[in-house]
């Protein structure tokens, strides 16, 4: 059962960068990993990814071009750096694996089994 703990979150102004990370308590190699965000009163959403194994890396339209996901070489930390923040980035900003899971759920809170505790970012116009 893989742990995740994020890190990196924070204030900061429109136009600003944040790099945030997710350490996993084991290679995420075998997993789906994936950054989801979650506004007040709004539900859980899905802001970039890796497929099992790592092959492919996916982006919400939202994200695209501003954020990218990437991580170190042992594979047991993912960072997202966000670029060009904008305040509709306000979040608390999660990291999600699953071992099981498909492409084509990939961008579903409800098929990852593992979970961080988050970490809030805050963007100021």
């Known amino acids: 059962q893989v742990q995740l703990v994020e890190s990196g979150g924070g204030l900061v102004q429109a136009g600003g960068s944040l790099r945030l990370s997710c350490v996993a308590s084991?290679?995420?190699?075998?997993?789906?990993v994936a950054w989801f965000r979650q506004a007040p009163g709004k539900e859980r959403e899905y802001v970039a990814g890796?497929?099992?194994?790592?092959?492919?890396?996916y982006y919400a339209d939202s994200v695209k071009g501003r954020f990218t996901i990437s991580r170190d070489n042992g594979k047991t930390t993912v960072y997202l750096q966000m670029n060009g923040l904008k305040p509709e980035d306000t979040a608390v900003y999660y990291c999600?694996?699953?071992?099981?899971?498909?492409?084509?759920?990939?961008?579903?809170?409800?098929?990852?089994?593992?979970w961080g505790q988050g970490t809030p970012v805050t963007v100021s116009s």
């Open positions: 999600a694996a699953d071992s099981r899971i498909i492409t084509s759920s990939l961008r579903f809170a409800r098929h990852y089994d593992y």
């Open positions: 890796y497929s099992r194994g790592g092959g492919s890396t």
């Open positions: 084991e290679s995420t190699s075998r997993y789906a």
